[in-house]
């Protein structure tokens, strides 16, 4: 797909693009308290016959099936609500902000900043370098409050990373 723009615009094009994707999988997956609930009471009732026939090996193989897919929806339900918990701090900080920071201090302030970052950065960022720095963020990290984690955009990184890359250059 041809989007035209500056490279954040495209990037934010594309992102917005594919939120019915990501919508998509989310309904696929059903809810996350239920999944957990139910594979908690499945790794409760192979427990449970395990105590009954300790040598079963059958028993043995779903414990650790149903075992590790519990972990994995538990640490799943974990990055949703910290995800969730994010979203709303960034929504009352953002709001925060606004509330206080008004008028000529707030562009004061802005080229003060500014000025100390430009004389900091001494040299260019490399593709490579910007592209090891985001994949190197913690899949449970996000950005601002759209809804897009650092996972999701690791995830279709095949998709967005050149736009993505371009506009983060752009900034440089």
């Not at 963020?137 to 990373?161: E, L, M, Q, V």
């Amino acid at each position: 797909m041809d989007i035209n723009g500056v490279p954040m615009y495209r990037v934010n094009k594309k992102l917005k693009l594919l939120k019915p994707q990501f919508r998509a999988i989310n309904r696929a997956q059903g809810k996350l308290s239920q999944n957990l609930a139910v594979l908690r009471s499945e790794v409760e009732s192979i427990q449970q016959a395990l105590d009954q026939d300790p040598f079963n090996n059958v028993l043995r193989e779903q414990e650790v099936i149903f075992s590790r897919a519990f972990r994995n929806a538990l640490l799943d339900e974990e990055r949703f609500l910290k995800q969730k918990a994010k979203v709303h701090w960034l929504s009352l900080e953002i709001g925060i902000q606004r509330d206080f920071v008004e008028g000529p201090e707030m562009v004061e302030e802005f080229l003060f900043s500014l000025e100390i970052f430009s004389t900091l950065v001494i040299k260019l960022i490399s593709r490579d370098e910007l592209r090891m720095a985001i994949l190197s963020i913690g899949d449970d990290k996000a950005s601002r409050p759209d809804g897009f984690s650092s996972k999701k955009i690791k995830a279709t990184w095949c998709i967005i990373g050149n736009e993505f890359t371009k506009a983060l250059m752009d900034l440089f």
